[in-house]
Each structure stands twice: as structure tokens, then as C-alpha cells.
């Protein structure tokens, strides 16, 4: 807080539940998207046991879940690097404080069948199945992986063709005709560019293999290139968009301050073609006072070179679309 007044000047006290959403409540108040995914990089606890031998420890007072019901979430992925901060009991807390509040969850249980299973969004326009991965890459430890009889979190061994296998056979076992199925992955670093050749592969895996219509990738805290393959949209790093290094100094070049809303129409087709990217696009936002913001049409217009210039080896571009939104072609 006191890093964040310096840089932008004095936060209120005390503010309502969705006092950090800002701007992007009207955006979807206006959009009104069907379901609303996140990565909920922290753990839901009261509990104090931090997990020894890590630096960073993440946590969220169960009292404040209003800030996510606020914002409508309709689904919290959990396969990352924070949700086991505070041990076993703070993940029993996470996942049963983010069930009464009627959040779906995916990607960590209390034993490896939970953890392995999807979340089932059920819409009017159909069923949506979200699968939550994480990596070692992304700084998952070893020891966090969920087994029989043991919590955890949905944690991949490697990217082999043994692995899209095994969940190529979890997705076949839930999907249905004209459901549509995400991959949330945390995996790789937090800053930079480039697309590691293994991740690229294994996105296009899913895609070939298992029958994901989306892939959904995050660790990084910023927005990284956007690839559509086969007509499904490969988001490899989505960035943070709400996250309290406002005020840390290091890697401004990045602009960390800087995050996207994405939007994605997706008609799901038939059980033999799969879903088909319609359209993508995007609103840059921008976090002041722990509070998003609509970016300036100067960052707006950085955001869009960046994403064009990453995208294009991706074979994507990024333009500018009314309102402000960026949108990308394929």
C-alpha cells in the first residue's frame, strides 16, 4: 500500500468489495460474457503454517471472497504457484471457502482425482469444461502435485505424447457433442517474450489430440503473443490483471502496470470439428491505487504494437478496434 501511495497517490479507506475491479465492471456490465475465468494465484485462508523453503507466500482473508463474487467469476483456476502457500489446511480452506461461495474450482483438491477433474460451466449456449494445469516451470514444487489420497495440485510431469495421452483420455471421458473445452496452463517464467519451443508443441497437442477448443496460459506478468492454430486460440502468457506490485521497482520495461481483459467468441460446431475462434479481442487496462482503469490510448497503443510484433511470428497481428478494444487477426 505505502509503494503504491508513493507512486500514485493516496488510496481511500475503506472501499467496497469491488472497489479493484473499476472500469471493468461497466465492461462487463456492457459485454455481458457468458462465463468469466480466472487464475486465482493465492491461497483463501486464515491459517498462519506458511509453507517453508519459498520466498513468496500469497494469501487472502476468506472474508474478502465478496471481491470475487463482485466481480460475477464464474470459475477460479488453481493449478499455480501460491494456492498451496499455507500448506494442506489452507488449501482445504481455499477450496471449501470458494465452494460456499458457489465459484467452481479446477486444477487443485484434495486428492489427484479432484484435482485432475474439470470445472463444468453450464450456459445457455451450451457446456463449457475447464481443465487446470501447472508446471514445474512456473515455480510449482514438486512436492505440491496431488496423488491418491494426497491434495495437491494438477501438476504435469513433463510435455510428452505420454502426458497429452493421459489427458486427452480425462477429456474424452466428460465431453459431450458441442461442448466447448479450455486448457488453463501455469507454466514458464514471469517475464519475458519468448515461446519456448515445448510449450508451443504441447499447445498444439491439445489442440490435435485432446480436444481443447481454447488454451489459456499464464505465469508471466504481462501479456505475451497470441497464436490461433487450426482456428483455436493459443493465449500463451494472458499477464496479470490485478496483482499488488504497483510501486515495485525492476522490469518497467514490461510495463507490469499494463493488462488486458480478453474476450472470446467461440462457436463450439459438432463433436467431429470442434469449436471455431469467431473472434478475440481485448481492453487494455491499466492498475493505479489497486484499482483497474481503462489505459490511456497512448498504453492502449502500446499494448497493440507489442502484441503485434509477438504475434506476428505467432502468425497473428493486433489492431485497433472501436472503443478503445484491440483486436487480433489470423
Given at each position: 500500500?505505502?509503494?503504491?501511495?508513493?507512486?500514485?497517490?493516496?488510496?481511500?479507506?475503506?472501499?467496497?468489495?469491488?472497489y479493484?475491479?473499476?472500469?471493468a465492471?461497466?465492461?462487463?456490465?456492457?459485454?455481458?460474457?457468458?462465463?468469466?475465468?480466472?487464475?486465482?494465484?493465492?491461497?483463501?485462508t486464515?491459517?498462519?503454517?506458511?509453507?517453508?523453503?519459498?520466498?513468496?507466500?500469497?494469501?487472502?482473508?476468506?472474508?474478502?471472497?465478496?471481491?470475487?463474487?463482485?466481480?460475477?467469476i464464474?470459475?477460479?483456476?488453481?493449478?499455480?504457484?501460491?494456492?498451496?502457500?499455507?500448506?494442506?489446511?489452507?488449501?482445504?480452506?481455499?477450496?471449501?471457502?470458494?465452494?460456499?461461495?458457489?465459484?467452481h474450482?479446477?486444477?487443485?483438491?484434495?486428492?489427484?482425482?479432484?484435482?485432475?477433474?474439470?470445472?463444468?460451466?453450464?450456459?445457455?449456449?451450451?457446456?463449457?469444461?475447464?481443465?487446470?494445469?501447472?508446471?514445474?516451470?512456473?515455480?510449482?514444487?514438486?512436492?505440491?502435485?496431488?496423488?491418491?489420497?494426497l491434495?495437491?495440485?494438477?501438476?504435469?510431469?513433463?510435455?510428452?505424447?505420454?502426458?497429452?495421452?493421459r489427458?486427452?483420455?480425462?477429456?474424452?471421458?466428460?465431453?459431450?457433442?458441442?461442448?466447448?473445452?479450455?486448457?488453463?496452463?501455469?507454466?514458464?517464467?514471469?517475464?519475458?517474450?519468448?515461446?519456448?519451443?515445448?510449450?508451443q508443441?504441447?499447445?498444439?497437442?491439445?489442440?490435435?489430440?485432446?480436444?481443447?477448443?481454447?488454451?489459456?496460459g499464464?505465469?508471466?506478468?504481462?501479456?505475451?503473443?497470441?497464436e490461433?492454430?487450426?482456428?483455436?486460440?493459443?493465449?500463451?502468457?494472458?499477464?496479470?490483471?490485478?496483482n499488488d506490485y504497483?510501486?515495485?521497482?525492476?522490469?518497467?520495461?514490461?510495463?507490469?502496470?499494463l493488462?488486458?481483459?480478453?474476450?472470446?467468441s467461440?462457436?463450439?460446431?459438432?463433436?467431429?470439428?470442434?469449436?471455431?475462434?469467431?473472434?478475440l479481442?481485448?481492453?487494455?487496462?491499466?492498475?493505479?491505487?489497486?484499482?483497474?482503469?481503462?489505459?490511456?490510448?497512448?498504453?492502449?497503443?502500446?499494448?497493440?504494437?507489442?502484441?503485434?510484433?509477438?504475434?506476428?511470428r505467432?502468425?497473428?497481428?493486433?489492431?485497433?478496434?472501436?472503443?478503445?478494444?484491440?483486436?487480433?487477426?489470423?
Open positions: 500500500m505505502a509503494l503504491a501511495e508513493k507512486a500514485n497517490g493516496p488510496i481511500p479507506r475503506p472501499v467496497a468489495f469491488d479493484v475491479w473499476g472500469d465492471l461497466a465492461e462487463w456490465a456492457r459485454i455481458r460474457p457468458d462465463v468469466r475465468i480466472v487464475n486465482l494465484e493465492t491461497a483463501v486464515t491459517r498462519d503454517d506458511w509453507q517453508r523453503g519459498k520466498g513468496i507466500h500469497y494469501r487472502m482473508h476468506p472474508g474478502n471472497v465478496p471481491c470475487l463474487t463482485a466481480a460475477k464464474d470459475c477460479c483456476v488453481l493449478a499455480n504457484n501460491h494456492v498451496l502457500d499455507w500448506g494442506y489446511a489452507g488449501l482445504a480452506e481455499t477450496l471449501e471457502t470458494l465452494r460456499r461461495a458457489q465459484l474450482t479446477a486444477g487443485a483438491g484434495r486428492d489427484k482425482a479432484e484435482a485432475e477433474a474439470a470445472a463444468v460451466l453450464t450456459t445457455a449456449k451450451g457446456r463449457l469444461l475447464v481443465f487446470s494445469f501447472g508446471t514445474e516451470s512456473s515455480g510449482i514444487p514438486l512436492d505440491w502435485a496431488a496423488a491418491a489420497g491434495p495437491g495440485v494438477n501438476l504435469l510431469p513433463d510435455f510428452s505424447e505420454a502426458t497429452l495421452r489427458i486427452a483420455a480425462q477429456v474424452k471421458a466428460v465431453k459431450r457433442a458441442g461442448d466447448l473445452v479450455v486448457a488453463s496452463l501455469h507454466w514458464g517464467g514471469n517475464w519475458g517474450y519468448a515461446v519456448p519451443t515445448a510449450h508443441g504441447f499447445a498444439h497437442g491439445l489442440i490435435d489430440q485432446c480436444g481443447v477448443d481454447v488454451v489459456h499464464h505465469s508471466s506478468h504481462h501479456p505475451m503473443g497470441i490461433v492454430y487450426r482456428d483455436r486460440p493459443i493465449i500463451y502468457g494472458c499477464g496479470d490483471f490485478l504497483e510501486g515495485i521497482e525492476g522490469y518497467e520495461s514490461y510495463r507490469g502496470d493488462s488486458l481483459m480478453y474476450f472470446l467461440v462457436d463450439p460446431g459438432n463433436e467431429e470439428q470442434g469449436g471455431k475462434l469467431l473472434r479481442w481485448m481492453i487494455p487496462m491499466q492498475m493505479r491505487r489497486f484499482r483497474l482503469q481503462r489505459a490511456s490510448s497512448q498504453d492502449a497503443d502500446w499494448l497493440r504494437r507489442l502484441l503485434d510484433r509477438e504475434g506476428r505467432l502468425g497473428s497481428r493486433v489492431e485497433a478496434g472501436q472503443g478503445g478494444e484491440l483486436v487480433l487477426r489470423w
